[in-house]
Structure formats: C-alpha cells, structure tokens
C-alpha cells in the first residue's frame, strides 16, 4: 500500500443481512471517494452480487463462516476484495448466462454482472482457502488528465 | 427500500404496480409469490409494471426470468411495462431485453394479449 491509499476491512457474517450492511458500506466509501451516481449503483451492485455469491455458494450459508471484505481506495481506482470460506471455484467453470441454453435460467448472473460493471475483475484462492474476488474500479479521468475526485483532491489540499 | 405490489384487474388482464427494490429476500419472494398467487385465481394475462422500481439485483432478474417462464408454461403471457433506465440496461447486458416483451405504454401492453 502507498501512503496515499487508504484500505477498509469488514468481516461478515454468513447471513443474507451481510449482503445489504455490505452495499451500504461500499456505497458510503464510493460515493465519499467521489464516484458518481452511476459508479456508485455499478460498485455497490457488484460488492452486493459478490456477497451473496460468498453466502450462498461459498460458504453455503452456513453463519459461523466469515467474509471478508476489503477496500483499497487509491488516488486511480478503488480496489474490493470478497474472500469466502468456502471450496472456491475458477472463473473457466461458471457458465456463460447469455449462452442460448442458459437465457431462461433463474440463477447464474451475478459473476456475469459483476464482471460488467467493475473495470478489472479476477478470482483467486485464498492463501487460507475458499474464493476471493478482486475487482476495481477506475475514476474517470478529468479533462486535466488526473482523476480528479474527491479524495484524490482532499489528500493533494 | 420495501417491496411492494398492487394487482389492479383490466381489460381481462392484471396488471401489477409494483414498487420498491427486487432483490434477494422479501423483494424476489414477494414477486414469486404474486405471480403464483395470480395463476391459482387463473389470471394468465399478466403486466408488471416496473415504473417504480428503482433497484434490481441477480436475484431479481432470476424472479423475472421464473415468473415469465412459470406464466408461459400455463399457457399465459407475462409482459413489462415502464422499466426504469437501470432495469432496462440490466436487461440489455443480459440479452433478456428480446426475451420479454417490453411495452412504454399500458394500453399498448394490454392490447399486445393474445
């Protein structure tokens, strides 16, 4: 980390109120960071998909297992990390839900959007096992070529 | 912000005003349970009117897709009406935008049936 990233660390519970508590978290520190409206809607929808990915498919719901979420807010991008208990999985193995045979099914989007929205988006094992997903996102650059957001305008006053 | 959904009956078809987010949990189950509870009265003829839904997730999505297949398979329809920019572009990154028949005017939508 550099002296001019700030990083954020949640642990959750494996509950279905950890998905909302972890949008609204994320929504706070992308809007304060200067994301607008629509960054804003497209990080918190993915750190929402990533959750539920980490409590129903990782750790299967079951409660006394941990997510851990993590913020890395740099003056160019905001960097989430959701790292599960569970088996974990790779990205290869997730079936692409605009394939014709997958349009109708009721499930299998989430990855899809997260993948969507966010500017990079990987899965790893964690060094203690179970899934983690990395994912950033960019701020826009400003007509003076710098990123031009809020946080990076209050660290430079 | 809280699920809400209102069957109005016309035209010999439902349309439902529905209100609020559809996520996981009370929003995807609440439209689960209108859509069967509509097909047990047999109203087939379905509109969801999604004006004033302001968020939809994955789950939400999958509800859609469910209530839309579940509606067809009995023989009925199920259509859109009003999506908000952020339900319409979820649906174009989906490809589900050409799957479900969208309609911006009411009348329109209840003269679409069959």
Same mark, same amino acid.
């Given at each position: 980390m550099t002296q001019q990233s700030k990083r954020i660390e949640v642990t959750l519970e494996t509950l279905l109120d950890?998905?909302?508590?972890? $949008? $609204?978290?994320?929504?706070?520190?992308?809007?304060?960071?200067?994301?607008?409206?629509d960054d804003c809607h497209k990080i918190g929808m993915s750190v929402r998909e990533g959750v539920i990915n980490a409590c129903k498919y990782g750790n299967q719901m079951q409660r006394e297992k941990k997510?851990?979420?993590s913020f890395d807010l740099t003056p160019?991008?905001?960097?989430i990390h959701i790292l599960d208990q569970g088996?974990?999985?790779d990205l290869v193995d997730v079936p692409d839900p605009l394939a014709e045979e997958n349009l109708l099914k009721t499930s299998g989007?989430?990855?899809f959007l997260m993948r969507a929205f966010m500017d990079e988006f990987a899965v790893r094992r964690g060094t203690a096992g179970g899934a983690e997903l990395v994912m950033a996102k960019h701020f826009r650059a400003n007509p003076n070529g710098d990123s031009g957001t809020r946080a990076a305008q209050t660290r430079e006053e | 912000m809280t699920f809400r959904a209102t069957p109005r009956e016309t035209a010999g078809a439902t349309v439902v005003d529905i209100s609020g987010h559809i996520t996981l949990g009370e929003g995807s189950a609440g439209l689960r349970e209108m859509v069967r509870d509509?097909?047990?009265?047999?109203q087939k003829k379905i509109v969801l009117n999604l004006g004033d839904v302001s968020y939809i997730d994955s789950s939400g999505i999958g509800e859609l897709v469910s209530g839309y297949t579940t509606v067809?398979?009995?023989?009925?329809?199920?259509?859109?009406l009003h999506l908000t920019r952020k339900?319409?572009?979820?649906l174009q990154i989906t490809k589900l935008f050409t799957v479900f028949d969208v309609h911006t005017d009411e009348r329109v939508a209840l003269s679409s049936f069959n």
């Open positions: 950890s998905v909302g508590l972890a $949008e $609204e978290i994320c929504l706070r520190i992308a809007d304060a960071a200067g994301f607008d409206e997510i851990y979420l160019r991008r905001i960097v088996p974990g999985f989007r989430g990855i | 509509l097909l047990t009265k047999g067809k398979n009995q023989g009925g329809e199920l259509k859109l339900v319409h572009d979820l």
